[in-house]
């Protein structure tokens, strides 16, 4: 089991620590490289994983449900705890809600557990991306234009490749392949990335930051359970609930609270901070996951 959690978080620790090493002594364009990754590589990958045959997304419904239930329920079970703290919920909320399902979800479902799992991963992703920029912006302004917003490459994608797969398109394996190659770029790039993010760790509230380092992977892992336990899901995909629910909270939270001029500075703490958490948290999630045997 420890050999199976180490092949697992040593390829993520590795290549994030290469981002790392490489932010530290040069001046990556991190912001055009994600631009190019959410604009290029995720969308190609999400096509091709969606439009092809061999996934039948109408066995993903189920885990869609759960993957929603535990994005919005962690919003819920966390706003007493936000109230009582007297923490602002525009600046809480949703980093607590709105989960690392890119940057470290597809790669450590991959990783964890093989090709197999990518179906599963795309689909978590979808959700949490979807949930992120229509409710997610909503709480930050209630006048935000969601239409505009929507308007993403990995949305069209999304819908492109929805469409094909539940209309039986046969897709060419050549422009499948592709895809798959290209797309693939995106899986190390997301971890190199968040890998130079890191660098911009700012401790300054730290007690906030570890805050969010317990209560956004417990919130998480407290929706699932009982998801599991309703939902009649196979093996694979309650493993991929049990990963999707303790992730730390996704670096697009620190970018949109910029954007909005939401306590920037106090999100940054809460997303970075988290995610250094996630090094401890990831392992032990893992290793419950492969002691139960689900996969």
């Not at 993957?67 to 109230?83: D, K, N, Q, W």
């Not at 909005?260 to 958490?277: C, D, F, I, R, T």
Request: proline share 7%; aromatic share 8%.
């Amino acid at each position: 089991m420890i050999g199976q959690i180490l092949s697992t978080m040593l390829p993520v620790f590795l290549i994030a620590g290469c981002g790392a090493l490489y932010g530290r002594y040069r001046t990556p364009d991190i912001q055009g490289l994600n631009t190019l990754n959410m604009e290029l590589f995720v969308p190609m990958l999400v096509f091709a994983v969606l439009a092809d045959q061999q996934a039948p997304l109408q066995e993903y419904t189920s885990l869609a449900l759960a993957a929603t239930v535990v994005v919005l329920g962690s919003g819920i079970v966390l706003y007493p705890l936000a109230r009582v703290l007297k923490l602002d919920l525009k600046t809480f909320l949703p980093p607590m809600m709105f989960n690392n399902s890119g940057n470290m979800g597809i790669p450590v479902l991959v990783f964890a557990f093989g090709e197999a799992a990518l179906p599963a991963a795309i689909v978590l992703f979808i959700v949490e991306m979807l949930l992120h920029f229509t409710v997610g912006l909503y709480m930050l302004d209630p006048h935000t234009s969601i239409l505009k917003r929507l308007r993403l490459p990995v949305v069209f994608a999304s819908i492109a490749g929805l469409t094909i797969n539940v209309g039986g398109v046969p897709m060419p394996d050549w422009l499948l392949e592709t895809l798959n190659m290209l797309g693939g770029v995106c899986i190390p790039l997301m971890l190199f990335t968040l890998g130079v993010r890191m660098l911009d760790v700012d401790f300054s509230d730290w007690k906030l930051g570890m805050l969010g380092a317990i209560a956004c992977p417990l919130s998480g892992l407290i929706l699932a359970w009982p998801m599991i336990a309703i939902l009649d899901l196979p093996g694979l995909q309650v493993a991929a609930l049990w990963v999707f629910a303790a992730l730390p909270p996704a670096v697009l939270n620190y970018m949109v609270a910029e954007q909005y001029q939401q306590e920037p500075h106090k999100v940054a703490s809460l997303v970075l901070l988290s995610n250094l958490g996630s090094l401890v948290v990831m392992p032990i999630v893992l290793g419950l996951v492969f002691a139960a045997g689900y996969v």
